[in-house]
């Protein structure tokens, strides 16, 4: 490659024949683009309409043709789904599991990153082996959860009698209402703190020193300056996590699959209903199980339109904050 | 909290730190590779090391369950989705960067709005296609409704922006053709990114269990991680078997991680601190 120049001559060059150069690089542009574009179409805008559609149909259960006897019900199945006891308790549950990994993820991210950040040798291998269960499957790390989890003989279970607690022996961590969502998503903050660790660590080392050594001379003591100059200045860092935590529990469904298939059930006014019942493992188990394509379409809906609403809230709160 | 003067005493309690981190957040994949090595039922024996480790639950689990045929076609899906993804990503992150088009910007913006769509939305609605495609057990339903990653496009795009036009140009003077500006300017000066973008999406196909799950219903499709779910609501017992195709299923992806971390960590975070 030639260098020829600093670009004017291009720039008028294309403005003698910019018609002709203007319809060919919109024709180039669209080729290059035509792969990926066809692909989003079909696969990824097309499924957001086509599943308005089934949402507004039912499936005969009985039908050998999966959607050529779909029978139109209009808004039948969100109507359903309003006095749906299973799906408000699935929302409630997606809630609950926010309320409990949002806070855990940041504070276990948030002290692996202070760990790191100290000039230490081995530091570069620690940070590799927090990061390492981030790009791991989720199934894989439920399945082995289970097997820690197990009641009676698993590990967890023996190490707990071992200092004397011995409540989760008989039906293990999974198995009572009251652990199982703690113990699904503290195997999900383990698995995932490596990713917040990294955001925390680059926001924490663009915070100037002098910062910190100025309160040193004022007195400050190191816990002071944890809160009064670390947490303020990584802020937008925790906003970010509350989100991405937010959009996490209303997709959660690996996890569920892979420790609890949604239960243990807990007696709610004579109904049993799931302690890890989240929305994502309703809208599989609606589909693959039950085979009610309508109605988990309809849910997804409903789990689109929250997670929207998580969308605007933050764009209004972070427009509030940095503007 | 830069460290001006370290006193060995909070060396040595940093050092204790950081590592009873790493014990708890290492301990399943520890848990899991012990007990792939010990003998068939025993998986709940609470020896740390097994005292006969065996093999034995490796060779079953890729004889006589078939794991060694799952893991083929992860291979396969998950590399054939990667490289096309990548080069689709790579094609279009390329003329977000460099060209002027048709609503080029409005267009790039309804892509990155698709970001914000929850993951479980998809998943009727694209079993609806794929079952009118006919295209229900077969290699392409597994690969082709996920190559068209709008993430992968943002990390071009915002890569490819940082390469200097004057080459594009010089290039073209010279007579190249746009192909030729693609594979000869642009992807040479891209290969970081294209590497990071490879990584990633193979990593996510070797993970995507769901769609997998859902897409194929015949054993000899199957993807590890579909024939590991299989495995486990068959045999809930043989937790040394369950353990052994977890560490087949895991052991790709943590070579390459050991091989390529600094690519997954920026990769993975880019999108973030951009934010």
């Given amino acids: ?323 | 909290m830069a460290v001006e003067k370290t006193s060995t005493w909070r060396t040595i309690a940093l050092y204790v730190g950081l590592t009873l981190a790493a014990v708890v957040v290492l301990f399943p994949f520890f848990w899991m590779v012990v007990t792939a090595f010990k003998q068939p039922g025993t998986a709940f024996s609470p020896e740390i090391f097994p005292s006969a480790p065996t093999l034995d639950n490796f060779k079953r689990v890729l004889g006589d369950f078939g794991f060694g045929r799952y893991f083929v076609n992860s291979v396969i899906v998950a590399t054939t989705a990667a490289a096309f993804a990548t080069l689709f990503a790579s094609l279009a992150g390329y003329v977000f960067a460099k060209k002027q088009f048709f609503m080029r910007d409005r267009l790039f913006g309804f892509l990155l709005l698709s970001l914000m769509i929850p993951g479980m939305m998809y998943v009727v609605p694209q079993f609806a296609i794929i079952t009118k495609l006919g295209w229900m057990n077969t290699y392409k339903a597994m690969i082709i409704p996920h190559l068209a990653n709008v993430f992968g496009l943002f990390l071009m795009r915002q890569y490819m922006m940082t390469i200097p036009s004057e080459l594009i140009e010089a290039a073209e003077i010279d007579g190249a053709s746009e192909r030729q500006v693609f594979t000869t300017v642009m992807v040479p000066l891209s290969i970081p990114i294209i590497a990071t973008l490879f990584l990633l999406t193979f990593q996510f196909h070797w993970n995507n269990f769901l769609w997998q799950l859902i897409v194929t219903n015949v054993e000899r499709l199957y993807t590890v991680p579909v024939g590991l779910a299989m495995f486990k609501s068959a045999h809930e017992e043989l937790y040394t078997l369950k353990m052994a195709g977890s560490c087949i299923s895991i052991l790709p992806i943590a070579v390459l991680f050991f091989f390529a971390q600094r690519y997954f960590i920026e990769g993975m975070t880019m999108g973030a601190v951009k934010e």
Avoid: C
């Fill in chain 1, 1 to 323: 490659m030639t260098n020829h120049g600093t670009g004017g001559d291009g720039a008028r060059a294309g403005r003698t024949w910019s018609l002709t150069k203007h319809a060919r690089d919109n024709l180039t542009a669209y080729t290059f683009l035509a792969p990926f574009l066809i692909i989003f179409l079909v696969f990824l805008v097309y499924p957001v309409v086509y599943s308005l559609y089934l949402a507004m149909h039912q499936v005969p259960a009985d039908s050998f043709d999966v959607f050529g006897g779909l029978r139109f019900v209009g808004f039948a199945n969100f109507m359903k789904l309003f006095t749906d006891v299973k799906f408000w308790w699935s929302v409630a549950m997606t809630l609950y599991y926010a309320a409990l990994i949002i806070p855990a993820g940041i504070a276990a991210s948030l002290i692996l990153a202070l760990l790191l950040n100290n000039r230490l040798k081995a530091v570069a291998i620690y940070r590799s082996a927090f990061f390492l269960p981030y790009v791991l499957d989720m199934l894989v790390v439920g399945i082995v959860w289970t097997l820690i989890y197990s009641p009676h003989v698993g590990i967890l279970v023996r190490i707990f009698e071992s200092v004397g607690i011995s409540a989760f022996t008989e039906k293990g961590f999974l198995g009572m209402p009251g652990s199982a969502m703690p113990s699904v998503v503290f195997a999900n903050v383990l698995k995932g703190a490596g990713f917040g660790m990294i955001l925390y660590l680059s926001a924490i080392q663009n915070i100037s020193p002098s910062l910190y050594e100025a309160a040193a001379i004022d007195g400050a003591t190191s816990w002071q300056r944890f809160t009064r100059i670390t947490l303020p200045l990584v802020k937008p860092i925790t906003f970010f996590m509350v989100i991405i935590g937010t959009i996490a529990a209303l997709n959660a469904f690996v996890e569920v699959y892979a420790m609890t298939s949604g239960g243990p059930n807990v007696d709610v006014g004579g109904r049993a209903l799931g302690a890890t019942w989240v929305t994502g493992y309703y809208v599989f188990d609606a589909f693959y199980n039950q085979w009610r394509l309508g109605y988990a379409s309809a849910m997804s809906y409903i789990l689109l339109a929250l997670t929207v609403i998580v969308s605007l809230v933050n764009r209004k709160f972070l427009g509030a904050d940095n503007t």
